[in-house]
């Protein structure tokens, strides 16, 4: 089975489109999270994601701006975007936003694997570094679990009682760039496909992950998008200069 994960896509249109452009076949489409948030076209984002029928997961961006939380633990910057998103959705776009379920989410179907938006233990918990990620990989029922939040393409592996970094060795560049990486046997790993609208890893470009677990490999993507379009849309939703000016930096 070919599973396409996408994540931390923030209401980025450009980038979406981009991201499923360059992607491959897949048999299931996974949304980790934060759908909307920061980006300017919330709507048309929700819209696409329906209608490609993924299976979804609620990130804190996701809870915010359909009102299922407070703004309080949001800076500034990111509360304005959370309320100015809540303005504009449609009635039944913030009903869909409402009822995504928490994770983590396991599914029969795709056995051996769980999904999360910040950590198996959390779903508002930021898994950045090694630490971080040990108690869930220790505690985790299943051998794999993917994740968003952090915006950081990469994740962590256990082994033997050895957590480590993985990283997907993509280096900067402005082209398409995609890496493997084969999952070793008797590992636990906890994946991050990357944000697809708002990478914050330094790199511009669009992140996302396909997951085959027939070949046990994953492999890595990003994709140079229309990216002065997508800060267009910010301006001219008058949300701050600041969310549009990060993306060309990835940050
Ligand atoms: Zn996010």
Known sequence: MRILLLSDIHGNLEALEAALDAAPAYDRLINLGD????????????????????????????????????????NPIAALAAYWTRQVLTPENLEWLRALPEGPVRRRDIPGVQFVHGSPLDEDEYMIGVHDA???????????????HTHLQ????????????????????????????????????????????????GDWRA???????????????????????????????????????????GR
């Not at 490609?52 to 309080?72: P, Q, T, W």
């Not at 050895?162 to 997907?168: D, I, L, Q, S, T």
């Not at 990216?227 to 939703?237: G, T, V």
């Open 35 to 74: 759908v909307v948030g920061y980006g300017g076209s919330p709507n048309e984002v929700i819209q696409r994601v329906r209608d490609l029928g993924a299976i979804n997961i609620r990130g804190n961006h996701d809870k915010a701006c359909s009102g299922l939380s407070d703004l309080e633990d949001f």
């Open 134 to 148: 040990l108690e869930s990989l220790v505690m985790s029922p299943v051998a794999i679990t993917f994740f968003g």
């Open 154 to 201: 990469g994740g962590f592996s256990l082994q033997g009682g050895a957590a480590e970094e993985v990283r997907p060795g993509i280096g900067l560049s402005d082209a398409v760039a995609r890496r493997n990486i084969t999952l070793l046997p008797n590992t636990r790993y906890a994946i991050n496909p990357g944000s697809v609208g708002q990478p914050r890893d």
């Open 207 to 249: 992140g996302f992950a396909l997951f085959n677990t027939a070949t046990n490999t994953i492999t890595f993507y990003r994709i140079p998008y229309d990216i002065q379009s997508a800060q267009q849309r910010i301006l001219d939703a008058r949300l701050p200069e600041r969310l549009a000016a990060r993306l060309a930096v």
